[in-house]
């Protein structure tokens, strides 16, 4: 088996058992009628928010601001972890509706970024003068132009 295979089932596996333990803390304290409407109401407030995030979507066509789209999937990715079973994806999907949270994650996101643009060197290189020349379309060193004199100066 593949290694990411593995931690991907790994992953799902440790994130289940987080649900069960959730779950019961949950029964524990509310009792089972309360805990079932509670997971009904967070599915119903993921499914309504997927909707206004739709219908926003359609109204606006493309969105032009920057991270907002990055923006506009992490609020996917909330109202997602909303609807799923579970009250663990129900905490993380509701601090992801949060809006300071969301800054955060997509702070996160850009030093990542930021930080491979780093690790893979300058964007800009900075030289002297006499450590460059022109080159012509095939690659060759660009012959220096005589002035226009018609007589070059002696030596």
């Given amino acids: 088996m593949n290694q990411r295979t593995k931690l991907v089932g790994l992953g799902l596996c440790l994130w289940l058992a987080l649900e069960i ?4 803390f949950v029964l524990r304290a509310v009792g089972l009628l309360a805990a079932i409407a509670l997971g009904m109401a967070t599915t119903a407030i993921g499914l309504s928010d997927v909707k206004r995030l739709l219908s926003v979507w359609r109204e606006r066509g493309r969105l032009r601001a920057e991270g907002a789209m990055i923006d506009g999937a992490l609020q996917a990715l909330a109202s997602l972890l909303l609807i799923l079973p579970g009250f663990a994806s129900d ?41 460059w020349k022109h080159l012509t379309k095939s690659g060759r060193p660009q012959r220096k132009r ?4 018609g007589v070059s100066p002696a030596p």
Avoid: C, Y
Wanted: charged share 20%; proline share 6%.
């Fill in 21 to 24: 333990v959730a779950f019961a």
């Fill in 91 to 131: 905490v993380a999907g509701l601090a992801l509706k949060s809006p300071s949270v969301r800054a955060a994650v997509l702070a996160g996101l850009r030093d990542r970024n930021g930080a491979a643009r780093a690790a893979s060197g300058p964007q800009t290189i900075d030289l002297e003068p006499h450590e």
């Fill in 146 to 149: 005589r002035k226009s004199g």
